[in-house]
């Protein structure tokens, strides 16, 4: 699947970037749908002239956070507008934990390209919306959101509460909570794989010679 690019306008990919981790990942699963051409259920549509702009809300210990994007299928972007947390001043970019994650950010940042337009920075990112975050293996996360978009996708075609779905996949509910909200640290990608043949979904695994010297990670779905 060939994902749109994430456009940054403003200061909203710095912004994001001082949010915690967990929280980038809620936010990057929902800007991973909107690559797709989907919309999160967390997704709240806006009024009036910002009809074409919906908004997510995510929480962690340390507050509240919200990000807000549009998706332009016919320009075939992501537009990521702008993103805060709740009653709190602007945060700051957090110090990275290692040398390396921030020369992984920073290679990132540079990558991209970036302009001004009537005064503000736009980035476009790449089609991974976690690397272009700077997070740590950003391949398995944009893997393990497809397969949670999979699970997902599944659970709703067979309208199952999230009750009888954690019955039946042998996950607490707010494991599965976790799950439709996208959040996939705690989960390993065998244990999202194992989730999907329990829905009764087959699992194919492929593998093939790489174009490079290190091969990648595909998510392929069938259609039946």
Not at 25 to 40: I, K, N, P, R
Not at 135 to 141: A, G, Q, S, V
Not at 152 to 172: F, H, P
Request: charged share 25%; aromatic share 6%; glycine share 8%.
């Amino acid at each position: 699947m060939n994902l749109q690019p994430v456009v940054w306008i403003g200061a909203s990919y710095d912004d994001l970037r001082a949010f915690p981790e967990d929280v980038q990942d809620d936010f990057g699963y929902a800007l991973y749908l909107g690559q797709t051409g989907e919309l999160s259920d967390k997704a709240k549509p806006m009024r009036g002239l910002l009809r074409d702009v919906v908004e997510i809300v995510a929480s962690d210990p340390s507050g509240t956070y919200r990000l807000m994007y549009t998706v332009k299928l016919g320009e075939s972007s992501t537009y990521c507008t702008h993103s805060r947390k709740s009653l709190s001043a602007a945060a700051k970019r957090p110090k990275p934990s290692s040398s390396s994650s921030n020369d992984v950010y920073e290679l990132r940042e540079s990558s991209m390209k970036t302009v001004m337009i009537e005064g503000q920075v736009v980035r476009t990112g790449g089609s991974n919306v976690f690397a272009d975050l700077g997070l740590p293996n950003p391949e398995e996360r944009l893997l393990k959101a497809q397969l949670m978009q999979a699970i997902n996708a599944e659970i709703r075609r067979r309208a199952l509460t999230q009750d009888q779905a954690s019955e039946l996949v042998g996950l607490k509910q707010p494991e599965l909570s976790r799950i439709a909200n996208g959040r996939g640290s705690g989960f390993s990608v065998d244990r999202l794989l194992g989730v999907l043949r329990h829905l009764g979904r087959d699992v194919e695994i492929v593998v093939s010679s790489a174009s490079g010297p290190i091969g990648e990670l595909r998510f392929r779905e069938l259609t039946k």
